[in-house]
């Protein structure tokens, strides 16, 4: 199984521009959630989805967008990039019913905003 | 008051040694309790639950306090490949995100 996959794993915006991150799980997983992990910050919750249709805002959710159109995917929108959303982001997913097991994370996505 | 709240460290400790890390939550309604490892710029990777009756993992023990709200982990005759942040993880209600404490950071040298 491939897990939980986040694509690119390395990209350089310049400000202003718009990009998406993705975000593919594979082991139907009905939670999927974002994380921005800044340096001295810890894992800080952009925005989470309980299931396909679904989704809801986490700590830090100004300027994400967010969508989950199916199970599999939960893509991460950035609408205007600013350097302040400089920071590694990552997607993790777990079962319902095996909520009580933690999180799967993918590798995640190291972007720079210059 | 920040939800999940940890000992930044660093910890520095000799192989072998026992080092214990202290959390403590906010949300007195949580309901489960997590101890992740994440090495230098890779993704957190779930170490161990932790449950009311304090549960154990080969060299790690990770323990809850509820009335307290306090989670621990201790590490026994620590190895090198140990270096690593552990982060304190706290989740509520079935349909609500975890919470991720800060970390701890660990190096443990020969």
């Known amino acids: 199984n491939a897990g939980v996959t986040q694509t690119p794993k390395f990209q350089v915006l310049k400000t202003g521009q718009s990009m998406t991150l993705q975000c593919a799980q594979d082991?139907?997983?009905?939670?999927m959630s974002w994380y921005r992990q800044d340096p001295g910050m810890g894992l800080r919750l952009i925005h989470y989805?309980?299931?396909?249709?679904?989704?809801d805002q986490g700590e830090v959710p100004n300027g994400y967008n967010v969508s989950r159109s199916t199970t599999e995917d939960f893509p991460l929108r950035l609408l205007s990039a600013a350097p302040s959303q400089t920071s590694v982001y990552f997607c993790?997913?777990?079962?319902?019913?095996?909520?009580?097991?933690?999180?799967?994370f993918g590798s995640g996505t190291r972007l720079t905003v210059v | 008051r920040k939800e999940v709240e940890q000992d930044p460290g660093p910890f520095n400790v000799p192989e072998g040694a026992t080092v214990a890390f202290n959390c403590t939550y906010s949300?007195?309604?949580?309901?489960?309790f997590f101890w992740y490892r994440q090495d230098c710029r890779k993704e957190p990777k779930l170490l161990m639950s932790?449950?009311?009756s304090g549960n154990e993992d080969g060299r790690f023990t990770a323990q809850l306090n509820r009335a307290s709200q306090y989670i621990s982990l201790l590490i026994r005759d620590s190895k090198l490949s140990d270096s690593a942040t552990y982060l304190c993880?706290?989740?509520?209600?079935?349909?609500?995100?975890?919470?991720f404490g800060k970390g701890t950071t660990l190096s443990v040298s020969s």
């Open positions: 993880v706290v989740g509520g209600q079935a349909g609500t995100a975890l919470i």
């Open positions: 932790v449950y009311s």
């Open positions: 993790a997913s777990s079962h319902r019913d095996s909520y009580n097991y933690g999180y799967t």
């Open positions: 082991m139907n997983h009905e939670y």
């Open positions: 989805s309980v299931g396909a249709g679904i989704t």
């Open positions: 949300n007195s309604a949580s309901q489960s």
